[in-house]
């Protein structure tokens, strides 16, 4: 259990001997992993909110104390829930940076990433640019759906030259943070040029994660194209993650687009079943090397979580966790116990989901007065193609779900035809009134109560 904290084995022994058994046993032995963020926070994760409240409450003082005692730099100890892991833990905010210890998750590695036909041309490709960085393929673009693995896959990187060489500084850093940045120290009167170029220049790599969120900030675009510039002309790596390919990206100016277009891109898709199975068999293993997950058992969750990878790992680690804390054998009843509530909900949001992209195709075919086979299916007159790009893009706008999903509500096609309809549909609104006026209607027939 938690493979990556000595400094928590460390602990341990001391609470064991602190504490009657049974708290230890409830309280302390199941937590279920740790990570460690740039400001030397550690956060530790419990299955639920009772167990985090608890040890909150009567335990967390002595805790750091025993930490601040056995680690020779500053560090603080944080429990959350297993339920607060799923939104995925935000870290505190830091500008200097500890490059020897990175900003990386050092769990994300190439030796943890499960490869499959989904993302085989991305790992081989992710390979070659960590081991000659700026050499291969500059930037380097990686996008696919959320959830799916970018992250990990970027930080690999990142990782695997920090290992070949303590002494190189890579950044990693989200779009929202860049953002942030840019407004704390470059924005308008704030001459906080040098604290900006210590952290963005002064580097070997820079990893931006989730470009997409930069669009609309033009005056940080504009900054960000000149440090991208200057890191490229640097022969620097950059690499840059997007839930889309460069060329559909919107709202991102066109001098971005085509320079990230220039580079390499590669992208990653939902896994197979299999390749799902062997994700979830990858994962206990680091999770307790004594504990026994039937095949069976990993087959069901990987069946009920096929579109994101994190969500499937959650349901693991709870389960787990489940397991561990009441000391049961993993069983179907078991799975049953620890999942219900998860795959009841998840269950009941797709029943509702589903009927209601059945409805707004239903909706939009009546409104256009084609048939709904038409609707879905392959022919290509425009007669049919339209509503067809309409119906995508308002189920997009509607339920968010990942482009994929989208196109296999209509006839199986790919993530990339439907990301192209939706933002066709959603440029030519802006030059076409009659079409905004359609479209317009058809949301609030969408929206009108009968619908539920
Ligand atoms: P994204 O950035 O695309 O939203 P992440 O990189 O955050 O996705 O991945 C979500 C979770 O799934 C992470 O915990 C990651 O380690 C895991 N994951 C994704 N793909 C793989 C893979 N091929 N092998 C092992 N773990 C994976
Ligand atoms: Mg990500």
Redesign the pocket.
């Known amino acids: 259990m938690s493979p990556n904290s000595t400094l928590w084995q460390t602990i341990l022994q001391d609470l064991e001997k602190l504490y009657n058994e049974e708290t230890y046993n409830e309280l302390f032995l199941p937590v279920t992993s740790t990570f460690k963020d740039q400001n030397g926070l550690l956060t530790m994760v419990v299955a639920n909110e009772f167990l985090k409240n608890r040890i909150n409450k009567l335990y967390i003082a002595k805790i750091n104390e025993l930490a601040t005692k056995y680690s020779s730099t500053p560090v603080r100890l944080k429990f959350i829930s297993q339920e607060e892991v799923i939104e ?1 833990p935000v870290a505190d905010r830091k500008l200097t940076i500890d490059y020897r210890q990175g900003n990386l998750n050092s ?2 590695t190439f030796d ?5 036909k989904s ?1 085989m041309f991305a790992f081989r490709m992710a390979m070659k640019v960590a081991d000659q960085p700026g050499a291969v393929a500059n930037p380097f673009y990686i996008f ?10 970027m930080q690999a990187i990142g990782n695997y030259i920090l290992d070949n060489d303590v002494e190189k500084r890579i950044l990693y850093v989200k779009a929202d943070n860049f953002i942030e940045d840019f407004v704390s120290l470059l924005s308008r009167n704030k001459n906080k040029t040098e604290e900006f170029n210590a952290k963005y220049k002064d580097i070997d790599v820079i990893l931006v ?1 989730d470009i997409q969120i930069m669009a609309n900030a033009s005056k940080t675009q504009m900054e960000f194209f000149k440090l991208f510039d200057y890191l490229y002309l640097n022969n620097k790596q950059i690499v840059i ?1 997007s839930d889309k390919p460069a060329s559909q990206l919107t709202n991102i100016m066109p001098r971005l687009t085509t320079r990230f277009e220039a580079g390499l891109s590669v992208d ?1 898709q939902i ?1 197979e079943l299999e390749h799902r199975i062997s ?1 979830l068999k ?2 206990t293993a680091t999770l307790d090397a004594n504990l026994e997950v039937g095949e069976d058992i990993l087959t069901f969750i990987a069946s009920q979580f096929a579109a994101n ?2 969500e499937m ?1 959650g349901a693991l680690i709870r389960l787990i966790s489940y397991a561990q804390t009441f000391n049961l054998e993993i069983t179907m009843d078991v799975v049953e116990e620890a999942l219900g509530a998860v795959l009841k909900t998840k269950k009941k949001t797709n029943q509702l989901n589903e009927n209601n992209y059945d409805k707004i195709q239903s909706i939009v075919a009546d409104y256009f007065q084609v048939s709904l086979p038409d609707l879905i299916g392959k022919k290509r007159h425009a007669k049919f193609t339209l509503p067809r790009h309409i119906a995508m893009y308002l189920i997009k706008l509607k339920f968010n779900i990942p482009y994929k999903t989208i196109g296999s509500l209509f006839n199986d096609r790919d993530h990339s035809t439907v990301l192209a309809a939706c933002e066709k549909v959603e440029r030519d609104m802006r030059m076409d009134s009659n079409l905004k006026f359609a479209v317009d209607s058809i949301v609030k027939k969408i929206d009108s109560p009968s619908l539920k």
């Open positions: 995925e769990t994300y943890s990433f499960v490869v499959g993302n696919g759906d959320v959830g799916l693995g970018k992250t990990h896959l994660d993650t990653i896994p994700i990858r994962k990878i994190r790992e």
